[in-house]
Protein backbone atom coordinates (compact mmCIF):
# COMPACT_ATOMS: atom_id res chain seq x y z
CA UNK A 1 0.00 0.00 0.00
CA UNK A 2 1.49 3.54 -0.65
CA UNK A 3 2.27 5.94 1.85
CA UNK A 4 -0.18 8.04 1.46
CA UNK A 5 -3.11 5.48 1.97
CA UNK A 6 -1.47 4.51 5.59
CA UNK A 7 -1.85 8.45 6.30
CA UNK A 8 -5.23 8.94 4.72
CA UNK A 9 -5.82 5.74 6.86
CA UNK A 10 -4.82 6.90 10.11
CA UNK A 11 -6.68 9.84 9.87
CA UNK A 12 -9.83 7.96 9.34
CA UNK A 13 -9.41 6.24 12.23
CA UNK A 14 -9.18 9.34 14.60
CA UNK A 15 -11.97 10.95 12.31
CA UNK A 16 -14.04 7.76 13.67
CA UNK A 17 -13.22 7.85 17.46
CA UNK A 18 -13.79 11.91 17.16
CA UNK A 19 -16.99 11.24 15.77
CA UNK A 20 -18.00 8.81 18.48
CA UNK A 21 -16.47 11.55 20.92
CA UNK A 22 -19.07 14.37 19.87
CA UNK A 23 -22.50 11.83 19.05
CA UNK A 24 -21.45 10.94 23.09
CA UNK A 25 -21.45 14.98 23.74
CA UNK A 26 -24.66 15.29 21.68
CA UNK A 27 -26.47 12.39 23.29
CA UNK A 28 -25.60 13.63 26.81
CA UNK A 29 -26.53 17.16 26.31
CA UNK A 30 -28.89 17.27 28.93
CA UNK A 31 -27.24 14.89 31.01
CA UNK A 32 -26.99 16.38 34.67
CA UNK A 33 -23.07 17.84 35.98
CA UNK A 34 -22.01 16.25 32.13
CA UNK A 35 -18.56 17.98 30.82
CA UNK A 36 -17.67 17.92 27.24
CA UNK A 37 -15.26 16.11 25.81
CA UNK A 38 -12.69 16.38 22.62
CA UNK A 39 -10.48 14.20 20.87
CA UNK A 40 -6.61 15.70 21.20
CA UNK A 41 -4.08 14.41 18.66
CA UNK A 42 -0.57 14.06 17.57
CA UNK A 43 1.75 13.50 14.88
CA UNK A 44 3.32 10.38 15.08
CA UNK A 45 6.79 9.95 12.54
CA UNK A 46 7.36 6.56 10.82
CA UNK A 47 10.15 5.47 8.72
CA UNK A 48 8.05 3.16 6.01
CA UNK A 49 8.71 2.46 2.29
CA UNK A 50 9.83 5.72 0.75
CA UNK A 51 11.71 6.77 -3.08
CA UNK A 52 15.26 8.08 -3.02
CA UNK A 53 13.59 11.48 -2.88
CA UNK A 54 10.32 10.98 -0.92
CA UNK A 55 9.62 12.55 2.59
CA UNK A 56 10.97 11.34 5.27
CA UNK A 57 9.78 10.23 7.59
CA UNK A 58 6.43 10.28 7.17
CA UNK A 59 4.68 11.64 9.58
CA UNK A 60 0.90 9.77 10.67
CA UNK A 61 -1.73 11.07 13.11
CA UNK A 62 -2.98 9.38 15.76
CA UNK A 63 -5.36 10.03 18.98
CA UNK A 64 -3.28 11.32 21.81
CA UNK A 65 -5.77 11.21 24.81
CA UNK A 66 -9.72 12.57 25.29
CA UNK A 67 -9.58 16.14 26.96
CA UNK A 68 -12.57 16.86 29.36
CA UNK A 69 -13.55 20.85 29.80
CA UNK A 70 -14.25 21.21 33.07
CA UNK A 71 -16.51 24.46 32.74
CA UNK A 72 -19.21 25.83 34.89
CA UNK A 73 -22.99 24.38 33.58
CA UNK A 74 -25.96 26.46 33.95
CA UNK A 75 -27.65 25.91 36.97
CA UNK A 76 -31.25 24.62 36.92
CA UNK A 77 -33.70 25.16 39.29
CA UNK A 78 -35.52 22.28 40.77
CA UNK A 79 -36.81 22.78 44.23
CA UNK A 80 -35.64 19.30 45.32
CA UNK A 81 -34.80 19.06 48.94
CA UNK A 82 -31.58 17.09 48.10
CA UNK A 83 -31.21 18.49 44.24
CA UNK A 84 -27.74 20.07 45.09
CA UNK A 85 -25.32 21.78 42.89
CA UNK A 86 -21.82 23.35 42.90
CA UNK A 87 -21.33 26.22 41.68
CA UNK A 88 -17.26 26.68 41.08
CA UNK A 89 -15.03 23.98 41.53
CA UNK A 90 -14.98 20.44 42.89
CA UNK A 91 -16.80 17.44 42.97
CA UNK A 92 -18.89 15.57 45.51
CA UNK A 93 -17.45 12.27 46.40
CA UNK A 94 -19.38 9.24 46.70
CA UNK A 95 -18.61 5.43 47.73
CA UNK A 96 -18.33 2.79 44.91
CA UNK A 97 -17.48 -1.01 45.82
CA UNK A 98 -14.05 -0.25 43.70
CA UNK A 99 -13.40 3.06 45.86
CA UNK A 100 -14.16 6.63 46.05
CA UNK A 101 -15.40 8.52 43.10
CA UNK A 102 -16.23 11.98 42.31
CA UNK A 103 -19.04 13.69 40.43
CA UNK A 104 -20.81 16.90 39.60
CA UNK A 105 -24.57 15.25 39.65
CA UNK A 106 -26.01 16.27 42.53
CA UNK A 107 -29.32 14.09 42.08
CA UNK A 108 -29.06 13.26 45.42
CA UNK A 109 -32.16 10.71 47.43
CA UNK A 110 -32.62 8.66 50.66
CA UNK A 111 -32.01 5.42 51.02
CA UNK A 112 -34.56 3.21 52.77
CA UNK A 113 -32.09 3.64 56.14
CA UNK A 114 -32.26 7.34 55.78
CA UNK A 115 -28.61 7.56 54.23
CA UNK A 116 -27.75 10.37 51.67
CA UNK A 117 -26.96 8.53 48.22
CA UNK A 118 -26.40 9.28 44.61
CA UNK A 119 -28.57 7.93 41.32
CA UNK A 120 -26.61 4.96 41.20
CA UNK A 121 -27.42 3.99 45.12
CA UNK A 122 -23.58 5.01 46.26
CA UNK A 123 -23.78 6.74 49.28
CA UNK A 124 -22.61 10.42 49.76
CA UNK A 125 -19.31 11.46 51.90
CA UNK A 126 -19.32 14.20 53.73
CA UNK A 127 -16.64 16.56 54.94
CA UNK A 128 -14.64 13.82 56.66
CA UNK A 129 -15.10 10.79 54.60
CA UNK A 130 -18.03 9.96 56.60
CA UNK A 131 -21.43 8.49 55.20
CA UNK A 132 -24.49 11.23 55.88
CA UNK A 133 -27.67 9.64 57.51
CA UNK A 134 -30.97 11.92 58.00
CA UNK A 135 -34.18 11.30 59.67
CA UNK A 136 -36.99 12.49 57.94
CA UNK A 137 -39.57 12.06 61.34
CA UNK A 138 -36.88 15.21 62.40
CA UNK A 139 -38.34 17.20 59.85
CA UNK A 140 -37.17 19.14 56.50
CA UNK A 141 -33.49 19.36 55.73
CA UNK A 142 -32.05 22.58 54.90
CA UNK A 143 -28.42 22.68 53.00
CA UNK A 144 -26.23 25.57 53.54
CA UNK A 145 -24.15 27.00 51.08
CA UNK A 146 -20.92 25.78 53.01
CA UNK A 147 -22.69 21.98 52.31
CA UNK A 148 -24.01 21.80 56.29
CA UNK A 149 -27.47 20.25 56.76
CA UNK A 150 -29.36 20.96 59.44
CA UNK A 151 -32.81 20.05 60.69
CA UNK A 152 -34.39 22.85 62.39
CA UNK A 153 -31.77 24.03 64.67
CA UNK A 154 -29.84 20.77 64.93
CA UNK A 155 -26.69 19.98 62.34
CA UNK A 156 -26.77 16.55 60.90
CA UNK A 157 -24.03 16.44 58.83
CA UNK A 158 -21.95 18.41 56.26
CA UNK A 159 -21.84 17.46 52.15
CA UNK A 160 -18.03 17.34 51.21
CA UNK A 161 -16.85 18.98 47.89
CA UNK A 162 -13.26 17.86 46.83
CA UNK A 163 -11.24 19.15 43.92
CA UNK A 164 -7.92 18.10 42.85
CA UNK A 165 -4.57 20.40 41.84
CA UNK A 166 -4.39 18.21 38.65
CA UNK A 167 -7.84 17.37 36.96
CA UNK A 168 -6.14 15.26 34.66
CA UNK A 169 -5.84 12.86 37.07
CA UNK A 170 -9.64 12.24 36.82
CA UNK A 171 -10.36 8.94 34.70
CA UNK A 172 -14.36 8.69 33.37
CA UNK A 173 -15.97 5.17 34.66
CA UNK A 174 -19.19 5.36 33.88
CA UNK A 175 -22.69 6.63 35.49
CA UNK A 176 -21.35 10.12 35.00
CA UNK A 177 -18.73 9.57 37.82
CA UNK A 178 -15.20 10.08 37.44
CA UNK A 179 -11.69 8.38 39.78
CA UNK A 180 -8.92 9.64 41.35
CA UNK A 181 -6.23 7.37 38.52
CA UNK A 182 -3.34 8.85 40.64
CA UNK A 183 -1.75 9.03 44.50
CA UNK A 184 -2.42 12.53 44.31
CA UNK A 185 -5.21 13.10 47.31
CA UNK A 186 -8.07 15.25 46.80
CA UNK A 187 -8.37 18.00 48.53
CA UNK A 188 -11.58 20.37 50.26
CA UNK A 189 -12.60 23.03 47.57
CA UNK A 190 -12.79 26.57 48.52
CA UNK A 191 -14.54 29.33 47.22
CA UNK A 192 -17.41 26.88 46.11
CA UNK A 193 -21.01 27.20 46.69
CA UNK A 194 -23.46 24.01 47.14
CA UNK A 195 -26.85 25.49 45.76
CA UNK A 196 -30.09 23.61 47.25
CA UNK A 197 -32.79 22.84 45.09
CA UNK A 198 -30.83 23.42 41.70
CA UNK A 199 -28.94 21.00 39.75
CA UNK A 200 -25.80 22.10 37.11
CA UNK A 201 -26.89 21.76 33.50
CA UNK A 202 -24.53 20.02 30.98
CA UNK A 203 -22.05 22.37 29.79
CA UNK A 204 -22.39 20.85 26.31
CA UNK A 205 -23.65 23.13 23.33
CA UNK A 206 -25.73 21.53 21.08
CA UNK A 207 -24.72 23.45 17.97
CA UNK A 208 -20.98 23.38 18.46
CA UNK A 209 -21.18 19.75 18.72
CA UNK A 210 -23.92 18.89 15.94
CA UNK A 211 -21.07 21.78 13.45
CA UNK A 212 -18.29 19.37 15.05
CA UNK A 213 -20.01 16.54 13.76
CA UNK A 214 -20.46 17.81 10.29
CA UNK A 215 -16.95 18.84 10.04
CA UNK A 216 -15.94 15.65 11.13
CA UNK A 217 -18.09 13.85 8.40
CA UNK A 218 -16.76 16.42 5.71
CA UNK A 219 -13.00 15.48 6.29
CA UNK A 220 -13.90 11.67 6.45
CA UNK A 221 -15.50 12.04 2.90
CA UNK A 222 -12.62 14.34 2.03
CA UNK A 223 -9.90 11.65 2.94
CA UNK A 224 -11.82 8.95 1.03
CA UNK A 225 -11.97 10.66 -2.14
CA UNK A 226 -8.48 11.39 -1.74
CA UNK A 227 -7.48 7.65 -1.09
CA UNK A 228 -9.83 6.44 -3.89
CA UNK A 229 -8.30 8.73 -6.31
CA UNK A 230 -4.81 7.16 -5.12
CA UNK A 231 -5.74 3.85 -5.98
CA UNK A 232 -7.09 4.89 -9.11
CA UNK A 233 -4.07 6.31 -10.32
CA UNK A 234 -2.22 3.38 -8.80
CA UNK A 235 -4.39 1.00 -10.97
CA UNK A 236 -3.85 3.15 -14.07
CA UNK A 237 0.04 3.35 -13.81
CA UNK A 238 0.07 -0.54 -13.38
CA UNK A 239 -1.99 -0.79 -16.58
CA UNK A 240 0.08 2.03 -18.73
CA UNK A 241 3.22 -0.36 -17.60
CA UNK A 242 1.96 -3.29 -18.85
CA UNK A 243 1.03 -1.87 -21.74
CA UNK A 244 4.40 -0.90 -22.47
CA UNK A 245 5.78 -4.22 -21.80
Do not use: C, W
Not at 5 to 21: A, K, N
Not at 22 to 29: E, G, K, L, Q
Not at 32 to 56: C, N, Q
Not at 90 to 108: L, M
Amino acid sequence: MDNALYVGLSRQILLRRELDIVANNIANADTTGFKVESLMARAEPAAPAHTADGPRPVKFVVANGVARDFGQGALRETGGAFDLAIEGEGFFQVQAADGARFTRDGRFRLDETGRLVAQTGHPVLGEGGEEIFIDPARGAVSIASDGTLSQGEERVGKIGVFTFDDLSVLEKVGDNQLRNASNMPAQAAERTIVRQGFLEASNVNPIVEITRMIEVNRAYQSISKMMDSEQDLARRSVERLGRVQ
